[in-house]
T-cell receptor, first 113, second 111 residues
Framework: EAGVVQSPRYKIIEKKQPVAFWCNPISGHNTLYWYLQNLGQGPELLIRYENEEAVDDSQLPKDRFSAERLKGVDSTLKIQPAELGDSAVYLC???????????FGPGTRLTVT | ELKVEQNPLFLSMQEGKNYTIYCNYSTTSDRLYWYRQDPGKSLESLFVLLSNGAVKQEGRLMASLDTKARLSTLHITAAVHDLSATYFCAVGGGSNYKLTFGKGTLLTVNP
């Protein structure tokens, strides 16, 4: 069974530029999560989807971050414009149900210069 | 707000030794996970603990959960170099889907 797929794995951009990350969850997993992991820290939830609906985006900085999950499968997380403090690893995870075990993708390491 | 504390944050061990990582959390929970993360890699699920007194073992790692004390432990037996990684505990509660992670324990096993 294929795991959670994310791309790109690494991204280097200059500040004020836009950037987008893509996630394909495990087949059949209705719940999808985007996490932010700063260096030396545990992941922190940004947004959770149930199918195509964002049911919790309370931690998402909406002035510059946006996300979508069209058709309830793949998801895209966007930052526009990026700031230096956005440098981190962005992890996508999925689970069969909302309270089920979460499976993580490899992450996208973003460096903003 | 749920808070999760791990200690120690850094652990340097000799091969063959035993040690325990502790995970304390602040509010009632019925789900606790242990994850392993290698440098530059994603999180790999090690254990899921769902009830008080639960104990799970895989190889040299054993995890336990005491919901009354709000404490989970990850015990390492006869450490080997391959166990070097960062270990996270993550706690979720009841119908709350949200997982709150500890800061992680960076384990280095030296020959």
């Amino acid at each position: 069974e294929a795991g959670v797929v994310q791309s790109p794995r690494y991204k280097i951009i200059e500040k004020k530029q836009p950037v987008a990350f893509w996630c394909n969850p495990i087949s059949g997993h209705n719940t999808l999560y985007w996490y932010l992991q700063n260096l030396g820290q545990g992941p922190e939830l940004l947004i959770r989807y149930e199918n195509e609906e964002a049911v919790d985006d309370s931690q998402l900085p909406k002035d510059r971050f946006s996300a979508e999950r069209l058709k309830g499968v793949d998801s895209t997380l966007k930052i526009q414009p990026a700031e230096l403090g956005d440098s981190a690893v962005y992890l996508c995870a999925s689970s069969l149900v909302a309270t089920g075990e979460q499976y993580f993708g490899p992450g996208t390491r973003l460096t903003v210069t | 707000e749920l808070k999760v504390e791990q200690n120690p944050l850094f652990l340097s061990m000799q091969e063959g030794k035993n040690y325990t990582i502790y995970c304390n959390y602040s509010t009632t929970s019925d789900r606790l996970y242990w994850y392993r993360q290698d440098p530059g890699k994603s999180l790999e699920s090690l254990f899921v603990l769902l009830s008080n007194g639960a104990v799970k073992q895989e190889g040299r790692l054993m995890a336990s959960l005491d919901t009354k004390a709000r404490l989970s432990t990850l015990h390492i037996t006869a450490a080997v170099h391959d166990l070097s990684a960062t270990y996270f505990c993550a706690v979720g509660g009841g119908s709350n889907y949200k997982l709150t992670f500890g800061k992680g324990t960076l384990l280095t096993v030296n020959p």
